[in-house]
Protein backbone atom coordinates (compact mmCIF):
# COMPACT_ATOMS: atom_id res chain seq x y z
CA UNK A 1 0.00 0.00 0.00
CA UNK A 2 1.30 3.03 -1.19
CA UNK A 3 1.65 5.39 2.43
CA UNK A 4 -0.44 9.16 2.06
CA UNK A 5 0.74 12.03 1.90
CA UNK A 6 2.72 13.70 5.02
CA UNK A 7 -0.16 15.46 7.12
CA UNK A 8 -0.03 19.21 8.07
CA UNK A 9 -0.82 18.82 11.39
CA UNK A 10 -0.10 15.93 13.41
CA UNK A 11 -3.10 14.13 14.49
CA UNK A 12 -4.46 13.93 18.42
CA UNK A 13 -4.74 10.43 19.57
CA UNK A 14 -6.60 8.41 22.65
CA UNK A 15 -3.38 8.26 24.23
CA UNK A 16 -2.21 10.53 26.35
CA UNK A 17 -0.05 13.62 25.38
CA UNK A 18 2.10 15.00 28.19
CA UNK A 19 4.75 17.34 28.89
CA UNK A 20 8.25 16.57 29.73
CA UNK A 21 9.11 16.92 33.53
CA UNK A 22 13.11 16.95 33.22
CA UNK A 23 15.23 19.79 32.82
CA UNK A 24 15.94 18.94 29.42
CA UNK A 25 14.16 20.13 26.36
CA UNK A 26 10.79 18.36 25.40
CA UNK A 27 9.39 16.53 22.28
CA UNK A 28 6.00 15.58 21.42
CA UNK A 29 5.17 11.99 21.83
CA UNK A 30 3.05 10.31 19.14
CA UNK A 31 4.10 6.73 19.90
CA UNK A 32 0.76 5.01 19.70
CA UNK A 33 0.35 2.83 16.88
CA UNK A 34 -2.85 3.78 16.24
CA UNK A 35 -1.51 6.97 14.65
CA UNK A 36 2.02 7.58 13.84
CA UNK A 37 4.26 9.79 11.86
CA UNK A 38 7.16 8.80 9.76
CA UNK A 39 10.31 9.90 10.63
CA UNK A 40 11.90 8.89 7.58
CA UNK A 41 10.24 12.29 6.43
CA UNK A 42 11.49 14.21 8.95
CA UNK A 43 14.58 15.15 7.84
CA UNK A 44 16.75 17.86 9.19
CA UNK A 45 15.19 20.36 6.65
CA UNK A 46 12.21 20.53 8.40
CA UNK A 47 10.85 22.42 11.45
CA UNK A 48 7.67 22.73 13.48
CA UNK A 49 5.60 25.55 13.88
CA UNK A 50 3.13 25.72 17.34
CA UNK A 51 -0.48 26.01 17.28
CA UNK A 52 -2.43 25.87 20.99
CA UNK A 53 -5.87 23.63 21.22
CA UNK A 54 -7.39 24.02 24.42
CA UNK A 55 -9.19 20.62 25.46
CA UNK A 56 -11.33 19.86 28.30
CA UNK A 57 -9.93 17.91 30.93
CA UNK A 58 -11.38 15.71 33.71
CA UNK A 59 -11.15 14.34 36.99
CA UNK A 60 -9.77 10.96 36.51
CA UNK A 61 -7.03 10.42 39.04
CA UNK A 62 -4.29 11.84 40.74
CA UNK A 63 -3.09 12.56 37.29
CA UNK A 64 -4.17 14.52 34.39
CA UNK A 65 -5.22 12.55 30.87
CA UNK A 66 -6.26 14.26 27.69
CA UNK A 67 -9.13 13.16 26.34
CA UNK A 68 -9.47 14.43 22.52
CA UNK A 69 -13.51 14.41 22.94
CA UNK A 70 -13.80 17.53 20.31
CA UNK A 71 -12.25 15.33 17.84
CA UNK A 72 -12.36 12.44 15.57
CA UNK A 73 -9.97 9.30 16.74
CA UNK A 74 -7.52 9.42 13.52
CA UNK A 75 -7.51 6.32 10.99
CA UNK A 76 -4.59 3.88 11.09
CA UNK A 77 -0.91 4.91 8.91
CA UNK A 78 1.72 2.76 8.53
CA UNK A 79 4.46 5.61 9.35
CA UNK A 80 6.46 4.83 12.06
CA UNK A 81 6.74 6.12 15.42
CA UNK A 82 9.44 9.53 16.28
CA UNK A 83 13.04 7.43 17.44
CA UNK A 84 12.82 9.98 20.65
CA UNK A 85 10.02 10.84 23.07
CA UNK A 86 9.95 12.16 26.90
CA UNK A 87 7.31 12.20 29.16
CA UNK A 88 6.12 13.52 32.70
CA UNK A 89 3.49 13.13 35.34
CA UNK A 90 0.51 14.96 35.46
CA UNK A 91 -1.48 16.93 38.00
CA UNK A 92 -5.29 16.80 38.46
CA UNK A 93 -7.12 19.98 37.21
CA UNK A 94 -10.40 20.94 37.15
CA UNK A 95 -10.00 23.08 33.90
CA UNK A 96 -9.12 23.65 30.75
CA UNK A 97 -5.05 23.51 29.89
CA UNK A 98 -3.37 23.83 26.68
CA UNK A 99 -1.98 21.44 24.76
CA UNK A 100 1.00 21.83 21.89
CA UNK A 101 0.56 20.62 18.77
CA UNK A 102 2.67 21.22 15.66
CA UNK A 103 2.38 21.79 11.88
CA UNK A 104 5.57 20.49 10.00
CA UNK A 105 7.04 23.84 7.43
CA UNK A 106 9.49 22.76 4.85
CA UNK A 107 12.68 24.74 5.66
CA UNK A 108 15.70 24.11 2.85
CA UNK A 109 18.47 25.81 4.97
CA UNK A 110 21.52 23.52 5.71
CA UNK A 111 21.74 25.00 9.16
CA UNK A 112 20.97 22.70 12.22
CA UNK A 113 18.44 23.80 14.57
CA UNK A 114 16.47 22.36 17.69
CA UNK A 115 13.47 23.39 16.09
CA UNK A 116 14.27 21.05 13.26
CA UNK A 117 15.22 18.24 15.48
CA UNK A 118 11.34 18.48 16.90
CA UNK A 119 12.82 20.13 20.29
CA UNK A 120 10.50 22.92 21.58
CA UNK A 121 10.44 24.95 24.75
CA UNK A 122 7.37 23.89 26.65
CA UNK A 123 4.85 27.16 26.94
CA UNK A 124 3.56 27.74 30.56
CA UNK A 125 0.37 29.12 31.39
CA UNK A 126 -0.86 31.24 34.06
CA UNK A 127 -3.96 28.75 35.16
CA UNK A 128 -4.75 30.25 38.15
CA UNK A 129 -4.75 34.16 39.74
CA UNK A 130 -4.18 35.53 43.37
CA UNK A 131 -7.03 37.60 43.36
CA UNK A 132 -9.55 35.76 41.53
CA UNK A 133 -13.09 37.62 40.14
CA UNK A 134 -16.01 36.02 39.19
CA UNK A 135 -17.33 36.15 35.66
CA UNK A 136 -20.10 38.74 35.00
CA UNK A 137 -23.03 37.47 32.45
CA UNK A 138 -24.71 40.71 32.13
CA UNK A 139 -25.36 41.53 28.24
CA UNK A 140 -23.72 44.66 26.67
CA UNK A 141 -26.41 45.10 24.03
CA UNK A 142 -29.42 44.09 22.29
CA UNK A 143 -28.39 41.24 20.33
CA UNK A 144 -26.99 40.03 23.19
CA UNK A 145 -29.88 40.37 25.76
CA UNK A 146 -32.14 38.45 23.12
CA UNK A 147 -30.21 35.41 23.21
CA UNK A 148 -30.55 34.84 26.74
CA UNK A 149 -34.15 33.90 27.66
CA UNK A 150 -34.48 35.89 30.71
CA UNK A 151 -33.65 38.59 29.47
CA UNK A 152 -36.01 38.45 26.56
CA UNK A 153 -38.52 37.68 29.33
CA UNK A 154 -37.86 40.99 31.10
CA UNK A 155 -37.80 43.04 27.97
CA UNK A 156 -41.53 41.59 27.15
CA UNK A 157 -42.23 42.46 30.68
CA UNK A 158 -40.85 45.62 30.12
CA UNK A 159 -42.60 46.52 26.43
CA UNK A 160 -45.60 45.20 27.82
CA UNK A 161 -45.71 47.56 30.79
CA UNK A 162 -44.94 50.42 28.59
CA UNK A 163 -48.07 49.79 26.42
CA UNK A 164 -50.47 48.82 29.28
CA UNK A 165 -49.43 52.33 30.63
CA UNK A 166 -49.99 53.94 27.02
CA UNK A 167 -46.54 55.28 26.96
CA UNK A 168 -46.78 55.98 22.72
CA UNK A 169 -48.55 55.43 19.83
CA UNK A 170 -47.45 54.26 17.05
CA UNK A 171 -47.44 56.89 14.25
CA UNK A 172 -46.24 57.56 10.21
CA UNK A 173 -42.58 58.97 10.11
CA UNK A 174 -42.16 62.39 8.75
CA UNK A 175 -39.16 64.77 8.09
CA UNK A 176 -40.28 67.58 10.78
CA UNK A 177 -39.73 64.94 13.77
CA UNK A 178 -36.87 65.40 16.33
CA UNK A 179 -36.11 61.66 17.42
CA UNK A 180 -34.79 61.16 20.56
CA UNK A 181 -28.02 64.17 40.95
CA UNK A 182 -27.73 63.71 44.50
CA UNK A 183 -25.19 64.56 46.76
CA UNK A 184 -23.31 62.01 48.34
CA UNK A 185 -22.67 63.56 51.35
CA UNK A 186 -26.74 63.86 52.18
CA UNK A 187 -26.63 60.16 51.81
CA UNK A 188 -24.02 59.22 54.50
CA UNK A 189 -25.59 61.89 56.72
CA UNK A 190 -29.12 60.11 56.88
CA UNK A 191 -27.39 57.15 57.13
CA UNK A 192 -25.37 57.97 60.26
CA UNK A 193 -28.02 59.14 62.08
CA UNK A 194 -30.07 56.59 61.49
CA UNK A 195 -27.56 53.62 62.38
CA UNK A 196 -26.51 55.32 65.28
CA UNK A 197 -30.10 55.76 66.67
CA UNK A 198 -31.00 52.22 65.43
CA UNK A 199 -33.79 53.16 63.27
CA UNK A 200 -35.32 50.70 60.74
CA UNK A 201 -34.08 52.11 57.04
CA UNK A 202 -36.36 50.47 54.07
CA UNK A 203 -35.36 50.34 50.82
CA UNK A 204 -38.16 50.89 47.86
CA UNK A 205 -37.75 50.89 44.39
CA UNK A 206 -40.70 51.70 41.79
CA UNK A 207 -41.69 49.78 38.97
CA UNK A 208 -41.20 51.73 35.81
CA UNK A 209 -40.99 54.89 37.55
CA UNK A 210 -40.79 57.68 34.20
CA UNK A 211 -43.60 55.98 33.10
CA UNK A 212 -45.59 57.95 35.58
CA UNK A 213 -44.03 61.62 34.22
CA UNK A 214 -46.42 63.36 32.16
CA UNK A 215 -44.91 64.93 29.05
CA UNK A 216 -45.57 68.40 28.08
CA UNK A 217 -43.68 68.68 24.73
CA UNK A 218 -44.15 66.58 21.24
CA UNK A 219 -41.64 63.92 21.28
CA UNK A 220 -41.09 60.76 19.00
CA UNK A 221 -38.90 57.98 19.13
CA UNK A 222 -37.82 54.77 17.09
CA UNK A 223 -39.48 51.78 18.03
CA UNK A 224 -37.65 49.27 19.81
CA UNK A 225 -35.17 47.09 18.50
CA UNK A 226 -36.39 43.47 18.38
CA UNK A 227 -39.78 44.61 19.36
CA UNK A 228 -41.18 46.40 15.73
CA UNK A 229 -44.86 46.05 15.19
CA UNK A 230 -44.74 43.55 12.07
CA UNK A 231 -47.95 45.06 10.28
CA UNK A 232 -46.43 48.93 10.96
CA UNK A 233 -42.24 48.13 10.65
CA UNK A 234 -41.90 51.93 9.23
CA UNK A 235 -44.12 53.80 12.18
CA UNK A 236 -42.56 55.64 15.12
CA UNK A 237 -43.56 56.17 18.47
CA UNK A 238 -45.11 59.44 19.58
CA UNK A 239 -44.50 59.30 23.76
CA UNK A 240 -47.57 60.65 25.46
CA UNK A 241 -45.51 59.86 28.78
CA UNK A 242 -41.86 59.87 29.76
CA UNK A 243 -39.69 57.18 29.32
CA UNK A 244 -36.22 55.85 30.49
CA UNK A 245 -33.39 57.80 28.35
CA UNK A 246 -35.27 60.31 27.78
CA UNK A 247 -33.70 63.99 29.03
CA UNK A 248 -37.24 65.18 29.83
CA UNK A 249 -38.22 61.82 32.17
CA UNK A 250 -36.19 62.35 35.57
CA UNK A 251 -38.19 65.76 36.22
CA UNK A 252 -41.23 64.75 34.60
CA UNK A 253 -40.77 61.63 37.02
CA UNK A 254 -39.56 64.14 40.19
CA UNK A 255 -42.33 66.11 39.49
CA UNK A 256 -45.19 63.91 40.13
CA UNK A 257 -42.99 62.33 43.32
CA UNK A 258 -43.00 65.72 44.55
CA UNK A 259 -46.33 66.77 44.25
CA UNK A 260 -47.11 63.50 46.35
CA UNK A 261 -44.97 63.69 49.06
CA UNK A 262 -46.05 67.66 49.44
CA UNK A 263 -49.76 66.40 49.35
CA UNK A 264 -48.40 63.59 52.44
CA UNK A 265 -47.26 66.44 54.63
CA UNK A 266 -43.01 66.10 53.66
CA UNK A 267 -41.14 69.64 53.19
CA UNK A 268 -38.30 69.90 50.61
CA UNK A 269 -34.54 70.14 52.38
CA UNK A 270 -33.61 73.52 51.33
CA UNK A 271 -30.13 71.99 51.52
CA UNK A 272 -30.68 68.69 48.69
CA UNK A 273 -33.75 69.03 47.05
CA UNK A 274 -33.22 64.59 46.97
CA UNK A 275 -34.27 64.98 50.26
CA UNK A 276 -38.14 65.09 52.12
CA UNK A 277 -38.48 65.62 55.33
CA UNK A 278 -41.60 65.01 58.11
CA UNK A 279 -41.61 66.14 61.52
CA UNK A 280 -44.45 65.81 63.76
CA UNK A 281 -44.49 65.70 67.56
CA UNK A 282 -42.19 63.27 68.21
CA UNK A 283 -42.39 61.40 64.63
CA UNK A 284 -39.72 62.01 62.36
CA UNK A 285 -39.30 60.34 58.74
CA UNK A 286 -36.51 60.76 56.32
CA UNK A 287 -37.59 60.55 52.53
CA UNK A 288 -34.45 60.15 49.96
CA UNK A 289 -34.97 59.84 46.71
CA UNK A 290 -32.66 59.31 43.59
CA UNK A 291 -34.17 58.44 40.31
CA UNK A 292 -36.64 55.19 41.13
CA UNK A 293 -34.66 54.52 44.38
CA UNK A 294 -35.94 55.56 47.34
CA UNK A 295 -34.42 55.12 51.05
CA UNK A 296 -37.27 55.58 53.70
CA UNK A 297 -35.82 56.11 57.85
CA UNK A 298 -37.34 57.61 60.78
CA UNK A 299 -38.87 57.12 64.24
CA UNK A 300 -42.14 55.37 64.05
CA UNK A 301 -42.36 52.05 62.21
CA UNK A 302 -46.30 52.68 61.74
CA UNK A 303 -45.27 55.55 60.19
CA UNK A 304 -43.22 54.22 57.73
CA UNK A 305 -45.80 51.82 56.83
CA UNK A 306 -48.60 54.59 56.08
CA UNK A 307 -46.10 56.39 53.90
CA UNK A 308 -45.54 52.90 52.09
CA UNK A 309 -48.94 52.32 51.42
CA UNK A 310 -49.87 55.14 50.56
CA UNK A 311 -46.82 54.94 47.70
CA UNK A 312 -48.12 52.09 47.02
CA UNK A 313 -51.17 52.83 46.03
CA UNK A 314 -50.06 56.15 43.84
CA UNK A 315 -47.46 53.98 42.46
CA UNK A 316 -46.42 50.68 41.75
CA UNK A 317 -43.75 49.08 44.20
CA UNK A 318 -41.41 47.04 44.70
CA UNK A 319 -41.70 45.09 47.96
CA UNK A 320 -39.76 47.18 51.11
CA UNK A 321 -36.32 45.91 51.62
CA UNK A 322 -34.02 46.46 54.43
CA UNK A 323 -30.99 48.58 53.06
CA UNK A 324 -28.61 45.98 51.26
CA UNK A 325 -27.59 47.61 47.81
CA UNK A 326 -28.47 51.23 46.87
CA UNK A 327 -27.45 53.14 43.37
CA UNK A 328 -24.71 51.36 43.28
CA UNK A 329 -23.30 50.63 46.98
CA UNK A 330 -23.44 47.16 48.88
CA UNK A 331 -24.62 48.25 52.05
CA UNK A 332 -24.00 45.29 54.53
CA UNK A 333 -25.22 45.44 58.41
CA UNK A 334 -22.42 44.58 60.77
CA UNK A 335 -22.64 43.84 64.63
CA UNK A 336 -20.32 47.57 64.73
CA UNK A 337 -22.88 49.27 62.13
CA UNK A 338 -23.21 49.80 58.40
CA UNK A 339 -19.88 48.84 55.78
CA UNK A 340 -20.58 50.54 52.95
CA UNK A 341 -18.56 49.40 49.83
CA UNK A 342 -18.81 49.41 45.70
CA UNK A 343 -17.47 45.65 44.96
CA UNK A 344 -19.67 45.08 41.93
CA UNK A 345 -18.96 48.75 40.58
CA UNK A 346 -15.14 48.12 40.91
CA UNK A 347 -15.53 44.67 39.42
CA UNK A 348 -17.52 46.00 36.29
CA UNK A 349 -14.96 48.27 35.51
CA UNK A 350 -12.05 45.92 35.80
CA UNK A 351 -14.05 43.87 33.18
CA UNK A 352 -14.45 46.96 31.17
CA UNK A 353 -11.05 47.73 30.90
CA UNK A 354 -9.58 44.10 30.57
CA UNK A 355 -8.36 44.72 34.02
CA UNK A 356 -9.52 41.40 36.01
CA UNK A 357 -6.46 40.08 35.63
CA UNK A 358 -3.85 42.86 36.56
CA UNK A 359 -1.09 42.39 38.81
CA UNK A 360 -2.23 44.92 42.26
CA UNK A 361 -0.35 47.50 43.86
CA UNK A 362 -0.19 49.01 47.58
CA UNK A 363 -0.93 52.22 46.51
CA UNK A 364 -2.88 54.23 43.75
CA UNK A 365 -0.05 56.31 42.57
CA UNK A 366 3.91 56.56 43.30
CA UNK A 367 5.38 58.47 45.67
CA UNK A 368 8.40 59.33 43.53
CA UNK A 369 6.17 60.62 40.16
CA UNK A 370 5.38 63.73 39.52
CA UNK A 371 2.87 64.51 36.44
CA UNK A 372 2.65 67.64 34.13
CA UNK A 373 0.83 68.20 31.10
CA UNK A 374 3.27 67.85 29.02
CA UNK A 375 4.82 64.47 30.38
CA UNK A 376 4.67 61.81 27.10
CA UNK A 377 2.88 61.55 23.93
CA UNK A 378 -0.75 62.55 23.82
CA UNK A 379 -3.24 59.94 22.89
CA UNK A 380 -4.44 59.10 19.57
CA UNK A 381 -7.95 58.44 21.21
CA UNK A 382 -8.64 59.91 24.63
CA UNK A 383 -12.05 58.82 25.22
CA UNK A 384 -11.50 55.54 27.19
CA UNK A 385 -9.19 57.67 29.26
CA UNK A 386 -12.28 60.20 29.96
CA UNK A 387 -14.73 57.50 30.32
CA UNK A 388 -12.43 55.57 33.36
CA UNK A 389 -11.55 59.16 34.77
CA UNK A 390 -15.24 59.38 34.99
CA UNK A 391 -16.20 56.34 36.42
CA UNK A 392 -13.89 56.59 39.19
CA UNK A 393 -15.32 60.06 40.22
CA UNK A 394 -18.36 57.99 41.08
CA UNK A 395 -16.00 55.33 42.87
CA UNK A 396 -15.10 57.92 45.52
CA UNK A 397 -18.58 57.90 46.84
CA UNK A 398 -17.30 55.50 49.56
CA UNK A 399 -13.51 55.69 48.62
CA UNK A 400 -11.66 58.61 50.13
CA UNK A 401 -8.21 57.18 49.74
CA UNK A 402 -8.59 57.90 45.94
CA UNK A 403 -9.56 61.10 46.03
CA UNK A 404 -5.91 62.86 45.30
CA UNK A 405 -5.09 60.37 42.70
CA UNK A 406 -8.38 60.19 40.64
CA UNK A 407 -7.86 64.07 41.05
CA UNK A 408 -4.75 64.31 39.96
CA UNK A 409 -5.80 62.01 36.62
CA UNK A 410 -8.88 64.01 35.94
CA UNK A 411 -6.33 67.25 35.86
CA UNK A 412 -5.35 65.92 32.09
CA UNK A 413 -8.50 65.06 30.41
CA UNK A 414 -8.43 67.56 28.23
CA UNK A 415 -5.28 66.58 26.84
CA UNK A 416 -4.30 62.93 28.39
CA UNK A 417 -0.69 61.46 27.43
CA UNK A 418 1.02 58.08 27.51
CA UNK A 419 2.37 58.85 30.76
CA UNK A 420 -0.99 59.89 32.14
CA UNK A 421 -2.77 56.57 30.88
CA UNK A 422 0.21 54.41 32.80
CA UNK A 423 -0.85 56.64 35.71
CA UNK A 424 -4.35 55.87 35.57
CA UNK A 425 -3.52 52.04 34.73
CA UNK A 426 -1.33 52.12 38.33
CA UNK A 427 -4.77 53.11 39.76
CA UNK A 428 -7.18 50.37 38.07
CA UNK A 429 -4.35 47.63 39.51
CA UNK A 430 -4.87 49.19 43.26
CA UNK A 431 -8.22 48.76 42.41
CA UNK A 432 -7.67 45.02 41.58
CA UNK A 433 -6.23 44.12 45.09
CA UNK A 434 -8.59 46.59 47.27
CA UNK A 435 -12.30 45.75 45.41
CA UNK A 436 -13.98 45.20 48.67
CA UNK A 437 -12.72 48.02 50.76
CA UNK A 438 -15.05 50.95 52.05
CA UNK A 439 -15.92 52.73 54.78
CA UNK A 440 -17.81 51.31 58.18
CA UNK A 441 -20.71 53.90 59.54
CA UNK A 442 -20.35 52.92 63.72
CA UNK A 443 -23.70 52.37 65.24
CA UNK A 444 -22.26 53.10 68.75
CA UNK A 445 -23.61 56.38 70.38
CA UNK A 446 -20.87 59.18 70.37
CA UNK A 447 -21.26 62.67 70.68
CA UNK A 448 -22.93 64.37 67.99
CA UNK A 449 -19.93 66.63 66.76
CA UNK A 450 -18.86 68.15 63.93
CA UNK A 451 -15.16 67.96 63.23
CA UNK A 452 -13.32 68.25 60.09
CA UNK A 453 -9.68 67.78 59.22
CA UNK A 454 -7.78 70.65 56.74
CA UNK A 455 -4.38 70.38 54.68
CA UNK A 456 -2.55 71.91 51.65
CA UNK A 457 0.57 71.00 49.85
CA UNK A 458 1.74 73.93 49.33
CA UNK A 459 2.93 74.57 45.32
CA UNK A 460 2.33 70.93 44.91
CA UNK A 461 1.35 70.83 41.14
CA UNK A 462 4.51 71.24 39.48
CA UNK A 463 3.27 72.77 36.15
CA UNK A 464 1.46 75.82 37.27
CA UNK A 465 2.87 75.71 41.12
CA UNK A 466 -1.05 75.93 42.44
CA UNK A 467 -1.52 74.05 45.99
CA UNK A 468 -3.41 71.11 46.55
CA UNK A 469 -6.13 71.15 49.52
CA UNK A 470 -8.36 68.94 50.92
CA UNK A 471 -10.85 68.18 53.98
CA UNK A 472 -12.49 65.72 56.20
CA UNK A 473 -15.78 66.12 57.70
CA UNK A 474 -16.70 63.68 60.57
CA UNK A 475 -20.13 63.64 61.70
CA UNK A 476 -20.67 61.42 65.57
CA UNK A 477 -17.04 59.94 64.65
CA UNK A 478 -18.33 58.70 61.31
CA UNK A 479 -16.93 60.04 57.94
CA UNK A 480 -19.53 61.83 56.15
CA UNK A 481 -17.75 64.13 53.52
CA UNK A 482 -14.27 64.70 51.61
CA UNK A 483 -12.58 66.45 49.00
CA UNK A 484 -9.06 66.81 47.32
CA UNK A 485 -9.12 69.51 45.32
CA UNK A 486 -6.28 72.08 43.46
CA UNK A 487 -6.59 75.69 44.65
CA UNK A 488 -7.74 78.09 42.14
CA UNK A 489 -4.91 80.72 42.27
CA UNK A 490 -0.88 81.15 43.11
CA UNK A 491 -0.70 81.02 46.71
CA UNK A 492 2.42 83.42 47.99
CA UNK A 493 2.79 81.52 51.47
CA UNK A 494 1.74 78.34 52.75
CA UNK A 495 -0.01 80.33 55.43
CA UNK A 496 -2.31 81.71 52.87
CA UNK A 497 -2.81 78.07 50.70
CA UNK A 498 -3.50 76.53 54.41
CA UNK A 499 -6.05 79.40 55.11
CA UNK A 500 -7.63 78.71 52.17
CA UNK A 501 -7.74 75.09 52.63
CA UNK A 502 -9.66 76.43 56.20
CA UNK A 503 -11.82 78.10 54.17
CA UNK A 504 -13.65 75.44 52.14
CA UNK A 505 -13.42 73.17 55.29
CA UNK A 506 -15.68 75.97 56.42
CA UNK A 507 -18.21 76.38 53.77
CA UNK A 508 -18.72 73.01 54.08
CA UNK A 509 -19.24 72.33 57.64
CA UNK A 510 -21.27 75.37 57.29
CA UNK A 511 -23.88 73.29 54.04
CA UNK A 512 -23.41 70.17 56.61
CA UNK A 513 -24.93 72.56 59.98
CA UNK A 514 -27.77 73.70 57.63
CA UNK A 515 -28.84 70.17 56.68
CA UNK A 516 -28.46 69.11 60.48
CA UNK A 517 -30.90 71.84 61.28
CA UNK A 518 -33.15 70.79 58.56
CA UNK A 519 -33.20 67.10 59.64
CA UNK A 520 -34.64 68.61 63.28
CA UNK A 521 -31.22 67.66 65.00
CA UNK A 522 -28.21 69.85 66.66
CA UNK A 523 -24.75 69.37 67.56
CA UNK A 524 -23.87 69.39 71.17
CA UNK A 525 -20.26 71.26 71.16
CA UNK A 526 -19.43 74.02 68.32
CA UNK A 527 -17.69 72.35 65.05
CA UNK A 528 -13.93 72.33 64.83
CA UNK A 529 -11.57 72.48 61.92
CA UNK A 530 -7.77 70.90 62.65
CA UNK A 531 -4.90 71.81 60.81
CA UNK A 532 -0.94 71.83 60.99
CA UNK A 533 -0.06 75.78 60.30
CA UNK A 534 0.77 77.66 63.26
CA UNK A 535 0.26 80.91 61.21
CA UNK A 536 -3.05 80.12 59.43
CA UNK A 537 -4.85 79.23 63.15
CA UNK A 538 -3.14 82.42 64.63
CA UNK A 539 -4.89 84.72 61.87
CA UNK A 540 -7.96 83.04 62.14
CA UNK A 541 -8.41 83.95 65.85
CA UNK A 542 -6.23 87.58 66.24
CA UNK A 543 -7.36 90.17 63.92
CA UNK A 544 -4.01 92.13 64.57
CA UNK A 545 -2.40 89.80 61.81
CA UNK A 546 -5.01 91.05 59.25
CA UNK A 547 -2.73 93.44 57.41
CA UNK A 548 -0.88 90.99 56.33
CA UNK A 549 -3.67 88.80 54.51
CA UNK A 550 -5.43 91.46 53.11
CA UNK A 551 -5.28 89.49 49.31
CA UNK A 552 -7.21 87.39 50.90
CA UNK A 553 -9.56 89.27 52.56
CA UNK A 554 -12.69 87.35 51.24
CA UNK A 555 -11.65 84.01 52.84
CA UNK A 556 -10.12 86.34 55.95
CA UNK A 557 -13.64 87.44 56.97
CA UNK A 558 -15.56 84.35 56.08
CA UNK A 559 -13.82 82.44 58.18
CA UNK A 560 -13.41 85.24 61.10
CA UNK A 561 -17.12 85.99 61.30
CA UNK A 562 -17.66 82.32 62.00
CA UNK A 563 -15.07 82.31 64.72
CA UNK A 564 -16.30 85.78 66.13
CA UNK A 565 -19.80 83.84 66.06
CA UNK A 566 -18.85 80.91 67.96
CA UNK A 567 -19.89 79.04 64.95
CA UNK A 568 -16.70 77.32 64.36
CA UNK A 569 -13.31 76.40 66.28
CA UNK A 570 -9.93 76.59 64.38
CA UNK A 571 -7.10 74.47 66.34
CA UNK A 572 -4.01 73.34 65.78
CA UNK A 573 -2.67 69.46 65.83
CA UNK A 574 0.75 68.00 65.14
CA UNK A 575 0.93 66.78 61.22
CA UNK A 576 1.34 63.67 62.60
CA UNK A 577 -2.16 63.53 63.74
CA UNK A 578 -3.70 65.35 60.23
CA UNK A 579 -5.66 62.32 58.60
CA UNK A 580 -6.32 64.24 55.70
CA UNK A 581 -2.32 64.20 54.44
CA UNK A 582 -3.70 61.58 51.93
CA UNK A 583 -5.45 63.14 49.78
CA UNK A 584 -3.41 66.39 49.13
CA UNK A 585 -0.17 64.37 47.89
CA UNK A 586 0.74 60.43 46.69
CA UNK A 587 2.69 58.96 50.02
CA UNK A 588 4.72 55.84 50.22
CA UNK A 589 3.38 52.60 50.87
CA UNK A 590 3.55 52.03 54.20
CA UNK A 591 2.29 55.70 55.05
CA UNK A 592 -0.43 55.34 52.64
CA UNK A 593 -1.97 52.51 54.29
CA UNK A 594 -1.51 53.51 57.89
CA UNK A 595 -3.59 57.15 57.07
CA UNK A 596 -5.98 55.02 54.87
CA UNK A 597 -6.73 52.76 58.00
CA UNK A 598 -7.25 55.80 60.28
CA UNK A 599 -9.51 57.97 58.20
CA UNK A 600 -11.74 54.57 58.08
CA UNK A 601 -10.96 52.88 54.54
CA UNK A 602 -11.22 49.36 55.28
CA UNK A 603 -11.25 46.24 53.65
CA UNK A 604 -14.51 44.13 53.81
CA UNK A 605 -13.06 40.47 55.21
CA UNK A 606 -11.84 42.49 58.20
CA UNK A 607 -15.36 43.92 59.23
CA UNK A 608 -17.06 40.35 58.87
CA UNK A 609 -14.88 38.40 60.63
CA UNK A 610 -15.63 41.91 63.87
CA UNK A 611 -11.36 43.02 63.47
CA UNK A 612 -12.81 46.64 63.54
Same mark, same amino acid.
Given at each position: MVSPPLPSLLQLTTSSITPSNAASPQRLDTSDSSSSLSTSTLNQHTTVEPYEIDLEQEHTSS????????? @???? @???????? @??????????????????????????????????????????? +??????????? @??????????????????????????????????????????????????????????????????????????????????????????????????????????????????????? +???? +??????????????????????????? +?????????????????????????????????????????????????????????????????????DAKPVSSPLPSTCLFSKDDGEPLEDASLYRSI??????????????????????????????????????????????????ILLKSIPSPFQLVAYSDVDWAGDTGDRKSISAFLVYLGGNLISWKSTKQKTVARSSTEAEYKAIANAASELTWVQNLISELGLSCTNTPIIHCDNMGATYVSTNPALHSKMKHVSIDFHFVRDKVNAGLLNVSHVSAQDLLVDLLTKPLPRQCFRQLSSKIGVLPSDSILRGHV
Open positions: HEIAEPTAF @ETPQ @ETNYPPPS @ESITVPRKQRSFNIPVVIHKLIENAHPMQTRAKNQIFKPKSAN +LTTKHPFSALS @EPTCVTQAMKDENWRRAMSEEINALIQNGTWELVPPSSSQNVIGFKPTTIRIVLSIAIQRQWPILQLDVNNAFLYGTLTETVYMKQPPGMVDSSNPTHVCKLKKAIYGLKQAPRAWYNE +LRSF +LLSFGFKQSHSDSSLFLFQQDEVITYF +LVYVDDILLTGTSNSHLQEVISALSNKFSLKDPTPLSYFLGIDAIPTQSGQFLCQRKYVVDLLERTSMLVGTLQYLLITRPDLSFAVNKMAQFMNNPTMTHRRGLKRIMRFLKGTASYG
